[in-house]
T-cell receptor
Framework: GAVVSQHPSWVICKSGTSVKIECRSLDFQATTMFWYRQFPKQSLMLMATSNEGSKATYEQGVEKDKFLINHASLTLSTLTVTSAHPEDSSFYIC???????????FGPGTRLTVL | QQPVQSPQAVILREGEDAVINCSSSKALYSVHWYRQKHGEAPVFLMILLKGGEQKGHDKISASFNEKKQQSSLYLTASQLSYSGTYFCGTGQPNRDDKIIFGKGTRLHILP
């Protein structure tokens, strides 16, 4: 399966600051990547689909101006949480789709804590 | 549409069997099963695409009923390493590759 990395693994920031999370595909060229958010003991909630070379597609209820996604290359997608607040504290996970069954391979996740 | 998982949680002793169900009121395009351990990312277990399909690996298997509205994950002779949260997810028929996950089933194996 595909190998996906995320950086950083965890981040603690003050309220009002912006945080960038990187998602890299190490051995697979991904035209599409996905960003999920997971609160403690809850399910993975799809936030957006990141499309290489074009705008991301956001799920209903996700603020595109707050969660900026850039997919500049086939191996890198970034999620920037702008003006982060404590309620944005969560586990953010990216994934990409494998072939031929469209199974998803997840990065290790980034735990964001906003003070 | 988010699939419904049951039970929400299971506690077993090592060696016992478990069944986790995933269902929907509408036919599912596909069913994906993942396991997530605490603080880690989910790991792909298997995918079922066809009604009536059954597949497995080692002592973990899954089925997809004929109407494609229910899938079950079977954990046989459970091991301590099976502990974690199991998610089913459904793919989309428009081939945009995104998956909608159920709320998860927490499985805890006792020695």
């Amino acid at each position: 399966g595909a190998v996906v990395s995320q950086h950083p693994s965890w981040v603690i920031c003050k309220s009002g600051t912006s945080v960038k999370i990187e998602c890299r595909s190490l051995d697979f060229q991904a035209t599409t990547m996905f960003w999920y958010r997971q609160f403690p003991k809850q399910s993975l909630m799809l936030m957006a689909t990141s499309n290489e070379g074009s705008k991301a597609t956001y799920e209903q209820g996700v603020e595109k101006d707050k969660f900026l996604i850039n997919h500049a290359s086939l191996t890198l997608s970034t999620l920037t949480v702008t003006s982060a607040h404590p309620e944005d504290s969560s586990f953010y996970i990216c994934s990409l789709t494998g072939s031929p069954y469209n199974e998803q391979f997840f990065g290790p996740g980034t735990r964001l804590t906003v003070l | 549409q988010q699939p419904v998982q049951s039970p929400q949680a299971v506690i077993l002793r090592e060696g016992e069997d478990a069944v986790i169900n995933c269902s929907s009121s509408k036919a599912l395009y596909s069913v994906h099963w993942y396991r997530q351990k605490h603080g880690e990312a989910p790991v792909f277990l298997m995918i079922l695409l066809k009604g009536g399909e059954q597949k497995g690996h080692d002592k973990i298997s899954a089925s997809f009923n004929e109407k494609k509205q229910q899938s079950s994950l079977y954990l046989t002779a459970s091991q301590l390493s099976y502990s974690g949260t199991y998610f089913c997810g459904t793919g989309q028929p428009n081939r945009d590759d995104k998956i909608i996950f159920g709320k998860g089933t927490r499985l805890h194996i006792l020695p």
